[in-house]
């Protein structure tokens, strides 16, 4: 079993910064992929960013050039680093590690203000 814990949420004003962590725990498994989701209220949850096994990172239209996520290897943490936020970033973000099964966080809460 594998645990995803995130933390670093919070309320920013338009034209912020955060960053979000996700720490892995549990067994070890196997992971090809890690990524960040958002699901903003009333909306389905999105992709927002991955990096893969070997560091290969990919990107949602709507955060490139703001967004930047690393780390996640094994024993390590996945950070994503949010520049220049806008209120449409508004959303719980959630971190994913993905291999033969899909683990998922409990999400935590962004919250930009105009």
């Known amino acids: 079993q594998v645990q995803l814990v995130e933390s670093g949420g919070g309320l920013v004003q338009a034209g912020g910064s955060l960053t979000l962590s996700c720490k892995r725990t549990g067994v070890a498994v196997r992971i090809n992929t890690m990524a960040w989701y958002r699901q903003a209220p009333g909306k389905q949850r999105e992709l927002v960013a991955t990096?893969?096994?070997?560091?290969?990172?990919n990107y949602a239209d709507s955060v490139k050039g703001r967004f930047t996520i690393s780390g996640g290897s094994p024993g390590n943490t996945l950070y994503l680093q949010m520049n220049s936020l806008k209120p449409e970033d508004t959303a719980v973000y959630y971190c994913?590690?993905?291999?033969?099964?899909?683990?998922w966080g409990q999400g935590t809460l962004v919250n930009v203000s105009s």
């Open positions: 994913q590690a993905s291999g033969g099964f899909e683990y």
């Open positions: 990096i893969s096994s070997v560091g290969s990172t």
